[in-house]
C-alpha cells in the first residue's frame, strides 16, 4: 500500500499555541496583563489573568511512545515542532496524506470558554482579535491551500462576536468554534434568542459551527475520585446531548441553512439517539407547542458527524448518512492516527465502496468548509 493512498481532509486537530500568539499581536501598554510564557522552575508556564498555567502533556503527545504519555506539565522542547509550528505541522500533515486540516485553540479551550471567564471584556475581546489574527495571518498563511481557518468569537457579547465573524469570513474564515454546551458557563441555553446574532452571521457568511467534545469545560463523570479514562471514554455524552438540544431547539428553525459539525464526538451513537429523539418528539410536541421538524430531519440537513476510526459506526453509515460522516486525524492529542493515518484508514475504512471512501475521508468536508484539497478555498 503507498503510503498515500488515501487523500485525506481531518476536520479536528489542535493547536498548541506558540508563545508569540498575544505578545506579538496587542498592544504593548497591557504589559504583563498580555498572555505571556515565562520559565519558572525548570518549568514553562503561560501566564493567564495572573495565573500560571502549564502545558499538560496529553495535548501533545505526537511523536511518543505511549510509555511516556503522561499528565505532567511540558516545555515546548519537549513537543515535536509540528505541535506549534506551523510550518512544521505542515510536513506532518503532508507526511501522513493529510492535504486539509482544522485545527481547534487549547489554551483558550476548545470552544473560547477560557476567554469568557476573563474579567475585563474589552481586553478579552482583544484578545479573541489577536487570536483570530494569528489563525489568519500567521498560522493559516504558512500552508494556505492546506490550513482551513477557524475562528473563536466573544461569548459574552454575540453582536461582537457576529462582526468578528463577519471581518474574518471576508478574510477566508470556514469555520468558527463554539461550546458544545453553554448552561455550564454561566450563558444562556441555545433556546434563548441570545446567540441568534451569531447564527444569522454564520448563515450569511456560510461559516460551519464546530462544537468539539469538552468544549463546555467539563466531561461526564460519574466517578471523579475514579481514573480518567471514564470521562473520555465517555465523551461522546456530550456530542450526544449537544445535537439533540441543538436539533430540537429554535435554531435550525429559524436558521434553516446553519451548519454544526459535532467534533470528536463519534458517529456510532447517532443512528440509535435519533431514533430515540423522533420517538419522543412525536410524543411530546404538541403539548409542548413544536412544529412536525424531526430531529432526524435537522440531522440530515444541518449537522455532520465526526470520527477517528469507528467501526461499528460505520455499520450504521446508511441510517446516519454516508454525505454526513467526517474523518478526524486529532493531532497532536493521544487520540491522533498521526503517523499512522494511512495505515488506521485502510484497515476501518478499506472494503468499503470506493466513492464512500472518498466520501468520508475528504468528499464531504470540501463540500461542508468549501475547500479543495491541494488548492484551498473555493
Given at each position: 500500500?503507498?503510503q498515500?493512498?488515501y487523500k485525506?481532509?481531518s ?15 496587542v498592544?504593548?501598554?497591557y504589559g ?5 510564557v515565562?520559565?519558572e ?5 503561560w501566564?493567564?489573568?495572573?495565573e ?9 503527545v505526537?511523536g511518543?511512545?505511549q510509555?511516556e504519555w ?5 516545555r ?6 509540528g505541535?506549534?509550528?506551523p510550518v512544521?505541522?505542515?510536513k ?5 496524506g493529510?492535504l486539509?486540516?482544522l ?6 479551550g ?15 475581546s482583544l ?6 489574527d ?10 494556505p ?9 466573544q461569548l459574552w457579547?454575540?453582536a461582537?462576536?457576529a462582526?468578528?465573524i ?8 470556514r ?6 454546551g ?14 441568534d ?11 460551519v ?24 471514554a ?6 450526544q446531548a449537544?445535537?439533540i438540544t ?10 434553516p441553512?446553519?451548519k454544526?459539525?459535532?467534533s470528536e464526538?463519534?458517529i456510532?451513537w447517532?443512528a ?17 407547542h413544536?412544529?412536525d421538524?424531526?430531529?432526524s430531519?435537522?440531522?440530515h440537513r ?10 461499528i459506526g ?5 441510517d ?5 460522516i467526517l474523518?478526524?486525524c486529532?493531532y ?5 492516527t ?5 495505515k ?7 472494503e468499503?465502496p470506493?466513492?464512500?471512501?472518498s ?6 468536508a470540501?463540500k461542508?468548509?468549501?475547500w479543495?484539497?491541494?488548492?484551498g478555498?473555493?
Amino acid at each position: 500500500m503507498s503510503q498515500t493512498k488515501y487523500k485525506l481532509f481531518s476536520v479536528d486537530d489542535h493547536i498548541i499555541e506558540p508563545p508569540n500568539v498575544w505578545t506579538d499581536r496587542v498592544p504593548a501598554k497591557y504589559g504583563d496583563q498580555i498572555p505571556h510564557v515565562v520559565e519558572e522552575g525548570g518549568r514553562q508556564f503561560w501566564v493567564w489573568e495572573g495565573e500560571r498555567i502549564p502545558q499538560m502533556g496529553l495535548n501533545a503527545v505526537a511523536g511518543k511512545p505511549q510509555e511516556e504519555w503522561n499528565t505532567e506539565p511540558v516545555r515546548y522542547t519537549d513537543m515535536i515542532p509540528g505541535c506549534y509550528d506551523p510550518v512544521q505541522r505542515a510536513k506532518d500533515m503532508r507526511s501522513d496524506g493529510i492535504l486539509a486540516t482544522l485545527c481547534f485553540p487549547t489554551l483558550t479551550g476548545f470552544g473560547g470558554r477560557v476567554l469568557n471567564n476573563i474579567a475585563d471584556k474589552e481586553f478579552a475581546s482583544l484578545l479573541v482579535r489577536a487570536y483570530n489574527d494569528f489563525i489568519l495571518d500567521e498560522w493559516c498563511a504558512a500552508a494556505p491551500e492546506m490550513y482551513v481557518p477557524m475562528i473563536a468569537g466573544q461569548l459574552w457579547d454575540p453582536a461582537a462576536m457576529a462582526d468578528e465573524i463577519r471581518r474574518c469570513a471576508e478574510r477566508g474564515a470556514r469555520a468558527l468554534t463554539f461550546p458544545e454546551g453553554t448552561v455550564s458557563l454561566g450563558l444562556p441555553s441555545l433556546f434563548s434568542d441570545y446567540w441568534d446574532p451569531i447564527w444569522r452571521a454564520c448563515e450569511e457568511t456560510e461559516v460551519v459551527v464546530c462544537m468539539h467534545i469538552g468544549s463546555s469545560g467539563s466531561l461526564t463523570n460519574p466517578a471523579p475520585d475514579g481514573h480518567f479514562i471514564i470521562p473520555i471514554a465517555l465523551g461522546n455524552l456530550n456530542a450526544q446531548a449537544a445535537m439533540i438540544t441543538f436539533a430540537m431547539s429554535p435554531v435550525p428553525r429559524k436558521f434553516p441553512n446553519i451548519k454544526l459539525a459535532i467534533s470528536e464526538g463519534g458517529i456510532g451513537w447517532i443512528a440509535s439517539a435519533l431514533e430515540r429523539a423522533d420517538r419522543q418528539f412525536k410524543k411530546h410536541r404538541l403539548h409542548q407547542h413544536m412544529d412536525d421538524l424531526l430531529p432526524s430531519e435537522v440531522w440530515h440537513r444541518n449537522i455532520w458527524g465526526c470520527m477517528i476510526d469507528e467501526p461499528i459506526g460505520l455499520k450504521s453509515r446508511y441510517d446516519i448518512g454516508v454525505d454526513k460522516i467526517l474523518w478526524e486525524c486529532d493531532y497532536p492529542h493521544c487520540d491522533s492516527t498521526w503517523p499512522d493515518s494511512q495505515k488506521l484508514v485502510e484497515e476501518f475504512l478499506g472494503e468499503l465502496p470506493a466513492e464512500e471512501i472518498s466520501a468520508i475521508t475528504h468528499g464531504n468536508a470540501e463540500k461542508l468548509f468549501r475547500w479543495k484539497l491541494g488548492v484551498g478555498a473555493v
